[in-house]
């Protein structure tokens, strides 16, 4: 089990340009979720997969966040035209399956810095 | 809607002592989970009680117990025989298992700080 891997760890970045960000699941976990964590605040539920499918995504924050899991194992989150507001922590987690025999594994997350 | 509230922005604790956070939620699921995680600063969130809505019994991990209240939708986390190593942010999350989501809603946090 070699956890939960989020890259980059920081990315700075000017006000407008895109963003990608990279989350490596723990390998047998189907689902993936992302979250969105600013200071002083808890995570805050962005979107999440199932396999490949990506099953809830009315969460996300505005058209300007979009995520994919190509193949059912990595996910990239991506953030178009950033604005000042979009600094972040940006969380992902796994699990097997859902619930509470399923707990979900958290990655060290991708900090976002908006100049 | 479902709401998750920490009341304590911040805690303090000596070492070897007890300290209890408060959580309290709300919710409309009859079916639910709740959590505790812990994220030490700079380092990733790390799930420390799980409990069950339908279970009466409250959990138990080593030096950690929770104080579940579901009528009064209270959560509450002791951590006892405190150590350096607790300190960190606490976030206590609901989990509603009605549909297929599975997401955590989480609390604000908790900042707790071990004396030596």
């Known amino acids: 089990d070699t956890g939960v891997s989020q890259n980059p760890r920081h990315k700075i970045t000017k006000r407008g340009q895109n963003v990608t960000f990279r989350c490596d699941p723990i390998s047998e976990h189907n689902r993936l979720y992302w979250y969105r964590q600013t200071l002083g605040q808890g995570p805050e539920f962005l979107t999440y997969f199932q396999n490949e499918a990506q099953l809830e995504k009315s969460r996300l924050l505005s058209d300007r966040f979009s995520a994919e899991r190509p193949k059912g194992s990595f996910s990239t989150l991506e953030i178009q035209r950033t604005e000042q507001g979009d600094s972040a922590m940006y969380l992902c987690?796994?699990?097997?399956?859902?619930?509470?025999?399923?707990?979900?594994?958290f990655g060290d997350g991708t900090r976002l810095s908006i100049l | 809607a479902q709401t998750v509230t920490q009341s304590q922005p911040e805690m303090s604790v000596q070492e070897a002592e007890t300290v209890t956070l408060s959580c309290t939620y709300d919710t409309s699921e009859s079916d639910y989970y709740l959590f505790w995680y812990k994220q030490p600063p700079s380092r990733q969130m790390i799930l420390v009680i799980r409990q069950e809505a339908y279970k009466q019994q409250n959990a138990t991990e080593n030096r950690f117990s929770v104080n579940f209240q579901k009528a009064a939708k209270s959560f509450s986390l002791k951590i006892s025989d405190s150590q350096l190593g607790d300190a960190a942010m606490y976030f206590c999350a609901l989990m509603n298992y009605g549909g297929s989501q599975g997401n955590l809603i989480f609390g604000k946090g908790t900042k707790l700080s071990v004396k030596p």
């Open positions: 987690a796994s699990s097997l399956g859902g619930g509470l025999s399923a707990p979900q594994h």
